[in-house]
């Protein structure tokens, strides 16, 4: 199929330099496995996971037929003050999977929804327990909690926020960056820290504040979108600390790290601190239907219960027209159930480790390479930006690989693998050779 059997006056794309999309497009027609099909009926092997969703790999028949069955059964029914069988147990299932007492669910469609969702229980928790002045949050340098206004105003990507900065949260900080330059190389480990990341939070953020306003401390658990940002060993452990001794809540963005990127349920088991509520979307549906979510332990739930007001007054104003929908829901149950009866976290956990070595064998030494760092089924190399052209050089490393039949991700000046949890070393091989030659070919 040529590109202009479609027209493309119409689709405005998303995260995307449309200008230059539109002289050299790269559109997909199919997917089976780790593989897409072109328009222009190219190969291109899917080094992403497709933005880290697609943990089973492409056309999944369980899924499929688990979505084809609903459709034909129940198609959707209202969120609102009813329910669909699917959406119990999804969260049943979900609930089952995470630590602790993280057993209620709250369902929303995306990241982004799910980040807004999590901030507004946090202020609705804090109220029904009488603390309402409890209205800061917190997020960290280079976070990303997606597009809406909350997760905007803790998120910390520059170029995210430059423009909307007069419509962004008013009482938000946020923490410092947690990366050392000294683990620029990091494998298939926790880096180690001369440096305390969180003192900063202790002596200055929280005291400026006062921590009895505090309402939320909100991060990745590994910073994914800024480019594979691993945290010091220690560090989520103490912020756990931190927040339980000022009754600030720990919210987990797990969108990315979530269902066996980590090559555990969550990133949450990986580093072993229970946060209070616990963000997903992406993989719970292996990408292929919209739905994400927050898990929130017992005592934010019980507490919203626990209200003077009559039955029929509804606790926590907030809700999305398709939270909990069942088609979504039907997904991520068989999506959930592939996962576990292939297997396929502890595979990720495995075949990270060998993307990780391919990584630092192959890309120790090429030019303009500043550093590695691999851990769970990820993996990213970071480039010396281009003189005046931040960003440049990883964006045409990423065309070049496109063109040479491999989808990977820029970031900034970084490009990150993280494919499927089905990947197969060759297919590793394929991706890091053709990003080795294009990083040379980059020079
Ligand atoms: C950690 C994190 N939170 C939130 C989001 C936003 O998710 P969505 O694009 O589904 O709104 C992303 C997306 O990559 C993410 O990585």
């Given at each position: 199929m040529a590109y202009n059997d479609f027209n493309m006056d119409s689709h405005w794309l998303p995260f995307t330099p449309n200008r230059a999309f539109r002289k050299d497009p790269r559109v997909f027609v199919g997917a089976d496995g780790m593989q897409f099909t072109t328009h222009d009926g190219r190969k291109v092997i899917d080094g992403i996971s497709s933005l880290w969703c697609v943990g089973a790999g492409h056309r999944r028949l369980p899924i499929n037929e688990a979505i084809k069955k609903q459709l034909d059964t129940l198609d959707y029914a209202t969120a609102f003050q009813a329910s669909n069988d699917q959406a119990f147990l999804a969260a049943e299932k979900i609930a089952g999977m995470a630590p602790g007492d993280l057993n209620k669910v709250l369902f929303c469609n995306s990241g982004s929804e799910a980040a807004d969702t999590s901030l507004k229980v946090a202020l609705a928790y804090h109220r029904a327990r009488g603390e309402g002045h409890r209205n800061v949050f917190i997020g960290r340098e280079k976070g990303y909690h997606g597009v809406g206004f909350g997760g905007m105003s803790v998120g910390g990507i520059p170029a995210n926020r430059k423009v909307y900065g007069g419509a962004l949260l008013p009482r938000v900080d946020h923490l410092r960056f947690m990366h050392d330059p000294a683990n620029a190389y990091i494998h298939n480990q926790e880096p180690e820290s001369q440096e305390d990341f969180l003192l900063e939070l202790e002596n200055r953020i929280l005291p400026l504040h006062d921590p009895s306003n505090v309402a939320a401390i909100i991060v990745e658990p590994v910073a994914g979108s800024a480019g594979w940002y691993l945290p010091p060993k220690g560090y989520l452990k103490r912020l756990r600390e931190i927040c339980d001794k000022h009754g600030i809540l720990l919210i987990f963005d797990e969108v990315i790290t979530g269902f066996g990127r980590m090559g555990t349920n969550f990133g949450a088991d990986y580093y072993g601190v229970v946060p209070d509520m616990l963000n997903f979307?992406?993989?719970?549906?292996?990408?292929?239907?919209?739905?994400?979510?927050?898990?929130?332990?017992?005592?934010?739930?019980?507490?919203?219960?626990?209200?003077?007001?009559?039955?029929?007054?509804?606790?926590?104003?907030?809700?999305?027209?398709?939270?909990?929908?069942?088609?979504?829901?039907?997904?991520?149950?068989?999506?959930?159930?592939?996962?576990?009866?292939?297997?396929?976290?502890?595979?990720?956990?495995?075949?990270?480790?060998?993307l990780g070595d391919a990584f630092h064998s192959t890309f120790k030494g090429l030019p303009n390479v500043i550093g590695i760092r691999s851990l769970g089924l990820a993996a990213a190399v970071e480039l010396a930006p281009r003189a005046g052209a931040p960003g440049k050089r990883a964006y045409d490393i990423f065309v070049d690989c496109f063109k040479k039949g491999a989808l990977v991700r820029p970031a900034g000046d970084v490009v990150v693998i993280a494919p499927p949890y089905i990947v197969e070393k060759s297919d590793i091989d394929r991706l890091v050779n053709t990003l080795a030659d294009s990083i040379k070919a980059h020079a």
């Open positions: 979307a992406k993989c719970v549906t292996n990408g292929v239907i919209p739905l994400g979510g927050v898990i929130c332990r017992d005592k934010l739930y019980d507490a919203m219960m626990k209200t003077d007001a009559p039955e029929h007054v509804i606790e926590f104003f907030h809700g999305y027209t398709y939270s909990g929908h069942p088609v979504a829901c039907a997904a991520a149950v068989a999506t959930l159930d592939l996962y576990q009866k292939e297997g396929l976290f502890p595979r990720a956990g495995e075949m990270g480790k060998v």
